[in-house]
């Protein structure tokens, strides 16, 4: 019995992580779409782009 509830918590807690992630990654990238077009103003490049989203998330 010990080992079918270690496996029902293992695959709950995949499942619940693999969740996190996508939304993370589904939250990152529209936050990173909205950031394009600020892009081409003085000082802002791409890699600011980037680290200004990662750093919101």
Known sequence: ???VRRL???EVLM???FTTLAFLALM???DF???LGRI???G???SA???STALEC
């Open 33 to 35: 779409v909205d950031q």
């Open 15 to 17: 499942a619940v992580g």
């Open 44 to 46: 802002y490049t791409l």
């Open 8 to 10: 029902v918590y293992r």
């Open 1 to 3: 019995m010990r080992t």
């Open 49 to 51: 782009a980037l680290l």
């Open 40 to 42: 081409g103003r003085p």
């Open 28 to 30: 990152f990238f529209f």
